[in-house]
């Protein structure tokens, strides 16, 4: 299998393009596709004992219902939405592809702020209580400003670099990936390596550079770049999260809106 390297002057990589999806042959032509059913499967995995409380009556909102029911929505919409691009991709039919990536970019943007009403919401909601919040709501609220920052990231670059589709593709997987985050952090099954809840996303990872070697023979630059992105981020929020103070001062900063 050929490949065209190109130059990205904008971000300084160097970016190779393989055949797109509808022309690979066997089952990589549905990669993304299951790529991407795989995630969205986590997510039902990890928010399963959730949906079995609600559809139960004994969940317990920790803010207002309205905006929980309105952000898993948004989120399951997003991942529904990403098997329906890879799907449309894989059958070549790109003109609905394209449309409905424009229409993508306002849909990640309500959900995206639909990520952070609800870290804030459930922090404002507990200190308007008067009641000592506990330490790991702080813990919680910090991995989600981590997902928000890490999801920016992948997904606004990945509509800037739309049209080279090696870049596009796995950007907007990368996107989709660190969304799993708090489906990840609601396994409590799962071993805790001493990197609390980063080695599933890795794990997650895997399937993509597999890819890279099938189809280019190397890790593409944006699969390199995005996992060390997403190893970094954790690791730092990871290292505040086992700071002494780091809970003192949380409290300290909630303590200003009370």
């Known amino acids: 299998m050929s490949s065209q390297s190109t130059t990205s002057d904008r971000f300084g990589i160097k970016a190779f393009k393989e055949l797109p999806a509808s022309r690979r042959p066997g089952m990589w032509r549905y990669f993304f596709v299951a790529l991407s059913s795989a995630y969205a499967l986590v997510a039902v995995v990890g928010f399963a004992p959730e949906f079995d409380d609600l559809f139960g009556g004994t969940f317990q909102f920790s803010f207002i219902p309205a905006i929980a029911y309105t952000h898993g929505a948004l989120m399951m919409a997003w991942l529904l939405f990403f098997i329906v691009q890879t799907s449309l991709a894989a059958s070549g039919v790109l003109k609905w592809h394209r449309a409905l990536g424009l229409a993508s970019v306002s849909l990640a943007a309500v959900m995206w702020i639909s990520m952070g009403v609800v870290s804030a919401g459930q922090l404002i909601r507990l200190t308007s209580l008067k009641t000592e919040v506990e330490s790991w709501v702080y813990d919680v609220v910090l991995s989600q ?3 928000m920052g890490l999801f920016a990231l992948f997904f ?19 996107a989709a990936l660190v969304l799993l985050q708090p489906a990840v952090d609601r396994m409590y099954w799962l071993p805790n390596s001493g990197m609390p809840f980063l080695w599933p996303i890795l794990v997650l990872l895997i399937p993509l550079f597999v890819f890279d070697l099938v189809s280019i023979k190397r890790i593409h630059p944006v699969t390199v770049t995005g996992a060390g992105a997403i190893i970094v981020a954790n690791t730092a929020i990871n290292l505040i999260l086992a700071m002494p103070g780091w809970h003192e001062f949380a409290q300290a900063m909630t303590n200003t809106i009370r």
């Open 156 to 174: 606004v670059w990945g509509v800037l670099v739309r049209r080279d589709s090696s870049s596009h593709k796995r950007l907007l997987s990368l």
């Open 145 to 147: 400003i981590c997902t």
